[in-house]
């Protein structure tokens, strides 16, 4: 998957973040996996990027407020249909 990561905390005009190649993840069994459309990326996120707040983990996808559809289920995940729009 496509994913834009931190790659080095600093300022977003000098290229902290870069467009990344990354393995799909498996959901876990009470998980869903979302092929996200859009998200929303807001300040908290540009602290992140920009070195004003920690990173967590290295290479993290900033954006938390997602829109997608459904592409896979865990085993114990009930309600969902791949294909279905969630947020």
Known sequence: MRAWSVVEPGPVEEGALRLVEKPVPVPGD???LVRVRASG????????????????RPGVTPGHEVVGEVAGCGAAAHGFDVGERVG
Not at 41 to 56: A, F, I, K, N, Q
């Open 30 to 32: 009470d998980e869903l």
């Open 41 to 56: 990326v807001c300040r908290t996120d540009l602290h992140v990027v920009e070195g004003d707040l920690p990173v967590h």
